[in-house]
């Protein structure tokens, strides 16, 4: 019998890795959800301690705030691979695959590579498992465990910088282990408040946490009580603070094909004639947020280069966030899941497109305040077509309906039980008569994204 050829072997090598792959991110899901944060560090500090503390090994830029965390982290990470430095990106939640959360510069981890960093640390989570357990404690959670791999493969790789998102919260969040040099703060409002607290100024208390001695905190635009908690926070352990609206901010702002531009007043200085390929106000805000980051990891003194600025801003995606995934009908996902997010949503809407018929596919969590966020976008919608995803946390669509026809009426709602009819029943809607309709997807990341796959979107 011959000897199997090259590409023999790195086929079964590719499913061999598939197989592997598949059972690491099932062990990994068995735990428990991302979402449930406990109030410790205790476990993923042990383990990062084991591991010899690899989150040292970089600097870090960190990121906390309510909506805009994932943009903001991408357009870093597009300024910084501009300026030559390689970048590690860790960001939540992902949109089709595990290993989107962690990025070398701006591509996603391989299945080689995290498996090697997964190998690396499981042994140690083993030992840390277990003493919790023997202590009463329960076992490492899904997302602390994502953020022990990312951390040892960023060290392992090197990188130069690492750009990383909170899962939910600040100070208690298993990315915390890490003392960032710089701490940007997106704006906050309400969202898991079963979490975090329940008015803004308890989950600003919590979000806080991620400003260290030493950082320069760059700081969104924020209500007044929460501006005090942050700069309280920054005077407490000797931080430097920087607010959008009174050290930097976004100077001009220009809706134009593709996206838009803009001119940032810096902490160094401005920065006109910028192009940014990403629609709405909110996106502009988190490049102006971005960008000051970029100045503050540099010291916060001095303009960067204007022509590597417009590079890297031009070249930015953020992928299920206002992105077009088709054309005629033109079909938009955007992953808004709570009330800032659907208010930031709409008013792009109003200001970037201008359909004839706009169809809202809308599936939205259990646990989300759905008819605030119906009542929000009503204005933008001609029609909504309710539904569900695939995870198990999403509201029914019958439920959903109900709600939607207090807010809409019974002749502008449709409930569709699946997903992929639903979006085929929007684009017929938009598409009647050939009055130039768009459809909207949107009300969850899980939605963004399985409509995404659904349209053949699975790039990031």
């Given at each position: ?278 629609h709405g106000a909110h ?18 003194e001095q303009r960067l ?24 009908p033109t079909v938009i ?128």
């Amino acid at each position: 019998m011959p000897a199997p050829d090259a590409a023999q072997r790195e086929a079964a090598h590719n499913l061999e890795v598939i197989k592997a792959m598949r059972e690491a991110e099932d062990a990994i899901l068995a735990r428990a959800p991302e979402h449930d944060l406990q109030p410790s560090l205790d476990r993923i500090a042990a383990v990062m301690e084991l591991l010899g503390d690899p989150q040292r090994s970089y600097p870090v830029i960190h990121l906390t705030g309510t909506n805009g965390k994932t943009s903001t982290t991408r357009i870093i990470d597009s300024l910084l691979r501009e300026m030559g430095l390689k970048t590690g990106r860790f960001t939540s939640p992902h949109l089709h695959s595990v290993r989107e959360r962690i990025a070398f510069s701006g591509e996603p981890i391989s299945a080689e590579k995290f498996l090697a960093a997964y190998d690396d640390v499981l042994p140690v989570i083993e030992i840390v498992d277990a003493r919790s357990v023997a202590g009463g404690g329960p076992r490492m959670t899904y997302f602390e465990v994502l953020v022990a791999v990312a951390y040892a493969a960023f060290a392992d790789a090197p990188v130069d910088v690492a750009i990383v998102e909170v899962g939910l919260g600040g100070s208690w969040d298993a990315t915390n282990v890490a003392d960032g040099t710089v701490a940007v703060v997106t704006p906050i409002a309400l969202d898991h408040q079963h979490f975090l607290g329940n008015d803004v100024v308890d989950i600003a208390t919590e979000k806080s946490g991620i400003i260290k001695a030493g950082a320069l905190a760059v700081i969104g635009v924020q209500e007044t009580d929460v501006s005090q908690i942050l700069a309280d926070r920054a005077t407490e352990v000797g931080a430097r603070a920087a607010f959008e609206g009174n050290d930097f901010g976004l100077l001009t702002r220009d809706v134009g094909v593709g996206g838009q531009q803009i001119a940032i007043r810096g902490l160094g200085g401005d920065y006109e004639d910028l192009f940014l390929p990403l629609h709405g106000a909110h996106q502009a805000h988190n490049a102006t947020q971005a960008l000051v980051a970029v100045e503050a990891f540099f010291g916060g003194e001095q303009r960067l280069d204007p022509d590597i600025v417009r590079a890297g801003l031009a070249r930015v995606a953020s992928p299920g966030r206002l992105e077009i995934v088709r054309r005629s009908p033109t079909v938009i996902v955007d992953a808004a899941h709570n009330p800032a997010g659907a208010m930031a949503l709409r008013d792009a809407m109003e200001d970037s497109f201008n359909f004839a018929k706009i169809v809202g596919v809308i599936a939205i969590l259990k646990d989300k305040d759905a008819t605030e966020m119906l009542e929000i976008l009503e204005p933008v919608l001609d029609h909504v077509v309710v539904s569900r995803t695939t995870s198990p946390r999403a509201m029914r669509p019958d439920d959903l309906g109900e709600l939607a026809i207090e807010i809409f009426g019974e002749d502008r709602v449709t409930v569709v039980q699946d997903l992929p009819d639903a979006v085929d029943v929007a684009a017929g809607m938009a598409d009647e008569g050939g009055i130039g309709g768009g459809v909207l997807a949107t009300g969850s990341v899980t939605t963004a994204a399985e409509v995404r796959m659904l349209l053949g979107a699975t790039d990031v």
